[in-house]
């Protein structure tokens, strides 16, 4: 079973899961420095199929946080950050990334153990 986390704010409540959490994170550390991305390449960088990709992509999209860009002969199907995306990625810049550490397994031993 997957996890949902959601992140509420009073604008938007966002109830992601892992690979889209990943997306966030990915294209949040990149603000403003890139406005626009292929979907090919954030599924590369963060270790999704291109059809994963493609689906968290349309989450984002129905979430408000991204939305489709013109697509590009060389790059394919792109993404750009919507205005309250980003000021939503930037309020809750702490909660993203606190989530991608914790989903990220490689960062810890199989004998560790969570305590809450």
């Known amino acids: ?17 892992k690979s889209e959490i990943d997306i966030i994170h990915f294209i949040d550390s990149w603000i403003p420095t890139f406005d626009r991305w292929s979907v090919t390449e ?33 790059m394919g199907r792109t993404v750009r950050v919507t205005a309250d995306g980003a000021l939503w990625m930037r309020e809750n810049n702490e909660t993203i990334n606190s ?14 153990i969570a305590e809450s």
């Open 42 to 74: 954030l599924s590369q960088k963060c270790q999704l199929s291109e059809s994963d990709g493609n689906a968290c992509a349309d989450m984002l999209i129905l979430h408000g946080l991204i939305e489709n860009a013109p697509d590009c002969e060389l």
């Open 99 to 112: 989530l991608h550490v914790m989903n990220d397994c490689d960062l810890f031993e199989d004998d560790e």
């Open 1 to 17: 079973m997957e996890t949902i986390h959601t992140i509420e704010t009073p604008d938007l409540t966002a109830k992601l899961n």
